[in-house]
């Protein structure tokens, strides 16, 4: 991979994450109450907090691949960091195929992510 590949890769991940997440501070109502997160609305807002500002960080490796390289596998981490508790969640049916199938895209930017970080050489 090239680091202009990388540079696109994890700055479209960052614009895409922030569309799919941005939003999400005015559909409180309509996400958490179904999934009965209204009684601690932190978890909510802590959850899209902390998930916007990674897409920041998704953004500055975007913005120098090469030199943020030791970032990418904790890129991955935090993509795959959410995969895994949603894929144990779905298979005990504790969340909806819906909600498995959106974030099997995490799965694949952490996949990304990592490919990324094996190709690109370390700066000297």
Not at 9 to 36: N, S, T
Not at 43 to 70: K, M
Not at 101 to 122: P, Q
């Amino acid at each position: 991979m090239t680091p202009r590949l990388a540079r696109w890769q994890f700055r479209g991940a960052a614009i895409y994450g922030l569309i799919i997440l941005l939003p999400l501070y005015f559909l409180e109502r309509q996400v958490a109450a179904p999934a009965a997160m209204l009684d601690h609305p932190i978890y909510y807002y802590g959850f899209v907090g902390a998930a916007a500002a990674w897409q920041l960080v998704y953004w500055t490796i975007g913005g120098d691949p090469v030199r943020y390289r030791a970032f990418m596998p904790l890129a991955a981490l935090a993509k795959v960091g959410f995969w895994i508790p949603s894929l144990i969640l779905w298979l005990n049916g504790r969340a909806p195929t819906s909600t498995f199938v959106v974030t099997n895209g995490d799965l694949i930017l952490g996949i990304a992510f990592f490919l990324a970080w094996r190709s690109l050489k370390a700066p000297a």
